[in-house]
């Protein structure tokens, strides 16, 4: 099982453990979750600026915001991505120009939207 904090704190976006029939949702500040990838009902990316993604799930939404999401989002549509995590400051060093970064995970439950 690769390690939720890597000891070196070096920041990774993405990871491909060798079970990926789930999505490990890993949130810097708040719980994680770890969905079915057949639960997976749709992608929305934004194309032009590589900075959104959602991942719409049969029982909530996941709103990923961020800088070069191409490879995170190709790995999710493959189905071969394992997890995703997003960048906290005090767990990991900045990451490298030009690399995939989840700056923030908005997680939004099918019981918080029906309370709109």
């Known amino acids: 099982m690769l390690p939720l904090v890597r000891p070196d704190r070096v920041y990774v976006a993405f990871e491909f453990p060798e079970n990926t029939n789930r999505l490990h949702i890993h949130c810097a500040t708040q719980p994680s979750h770890f969905p079915l990838y057949s639960t997976l009902l749709d992608i929305?990316?934004?194309?032009?600026?590589?900075?959104?993604?959602?991942?719409?799930?049969s029982f909530m939404t996941v709103k990923?915001?961020?800088?070069?999401?191409?490879?995170?989002?190709h790995a999710?549509?493959?189905?071969?991505?394992?997890?995703?995590?997003?960048?906290?400051?005090?767990?990991?060093?900045?990451?490298a120009?030009?690399?995939?970064?989840?700056?923030k995970i908005q997680i939004v439950t099918a019981d918080e939207k029906n309370e709109d």
């Open 44 to 57: 929305i990316y934004d194309h032009d600026f590589d900075s959104a993604l959602t991942l719409v799930f």
């Open 64 to 73: 990923l915001a961020g800088q070069h999401l191409a490879p995170v989002v």
């Open 76 to 95: 999710i549509f493959l189905g071969e991505c394992g997890r995703i995590r997003e960048y906290h400051p005090k767990l990991y060093d900045p990451p």
């Open 97 to 103: 120009h030009g690399e995939p970064v989840i700056e």
